[in-house]
């Protein structure tokens, strides 16, 4: 019995999970001791660009609602002018606001997708000719004040080509139903769980197996940004394509660390925009693995470890949580009902219920509590009790789009924005003189 909860812990966890949460562990340790016998130094280290050397870039699609905060947030980091938004054939006031910030702004007429108006960006402003960084954000992000300051000092080291932003959730904006506020705080609980237990000792100096910088606040030096595949045709998503580019073409190292490059983001409040954002992410993640051949390096024996992880715990997700159910439910019945069919039987008496309580929601729990105790947010303990409920869902989407990831046709990468909302308290809006704006027609 004792190995059956070990084994549904480390299936619900996952193996690659508990190994890079110890490297993580002992990295943490070893900067501690750093810090103890190094003397405080002023000033950021030797090789850090500088502010004035980083592009802002944005890729905006109907973002009327949310966009103005994300410039006054870009602003506080770098001058408007180096700040440069990529209207993808909007039909609201995105355009219009951008032009009062007094940011450079580039009006396609045509829908090329997120990706297609990055690479238009990169292109069209020459980015790449002009500044040292470039830091791509979401229409809907806003970086913290200091995103900069922690962020940029990681690439002092030569050998880093991309800093991955740390993501937090924009939990306290506006008012919410409670699905709306379960939602956002499970996804506030992912992103601590993973970026903390699995991408901090992923990132580490001698592993360097990070296999996403995020698309919502994350940076790349220009010097290997050129020979990233940036619109990745055919593809739903980018940020994956773009690290696994990373890798493949041996470009260099990418650094994480969860006290730098801190920016919030928006996420859905309701279970139609989850869902379709789940299903985008998935697709996403399975069209790129199918569109990069495996090849024997730390990076793809990693992925691939964490795939089957993947593959394996979503199936004991969608059965054992069911099977339990049914289990409760012919213990209920009357002794001479009790009589299931085989392999019922059998599965049910391998998997008693405190096999799955201490085996799959025990540890799902005790995510929680580490998210309520880090983020200080009580609540997520409440939440916690239904969140393998959420688990499962992202589970059924994850398997779901497997198959068609490998559909021939591909996809446009058209987006459609979710529901934005906008945030209590806006700060009038300030208008400066326009830098730059042009409409482009052309596909």
Sequence with gaps: MDLTYLLLVLLVIGLSTTFWTLIGAGRSLGEVYRRAISPRSDGPPPGTPGVADVAVLIAAHNEAASIADSLRAASALVAPQNIHVVSDKSTDATVTIAQELGVNVLDLQVNRGKAGALAEGIRYFELCDR?????ILDADTRPTTDYLTTGL??????????VAGRAKSIVGTGRRPLLGRFLVAYRDRLYLVVQLLLKYGQAAKGANVVNIVPGFASMYRTSVLRHIDVQGRGLVIEDFNM??????????RIAFHPAAAVAYTEDPDNLGDYMRQIRRWNLGFWQTVRRHRFRFTKFWVNLWIHIVELVVSGILLLTVLPLLALSLIFDALPAELQQLPMPLDWIVNALPLEAVL????????????????????????????????????????CLSQIPKAFVPAGSTGI?????????VGHAPMRTVPALESRRVDAA
């Design 415 to 423: 987006w459609t924005s979710p529901r934005r909302r906008a945030a």
């Design 131 to 135: 500044f040292e960084v470039v830091l």
């Design 358 to 397: 201490i085996g799959v929601l025990l540890p799902d729990f005790l995510l929680s509590v580490l998210a309520a105790a880090v983020l200080k947010r009580p609540v997520y303990l409440v939440f916690g009790l239904l969140f393998p409920l959420v688990r499962m869902l992202d589970a059924a989407i």
């Design 243 to 252: 690290t696994f580019d990373v890798h493949a073409r041996k470009l260099g």
């Design 153 to 162: 000092p990681l690439f002092a080291d030569p050998g880093v080509v991309a």
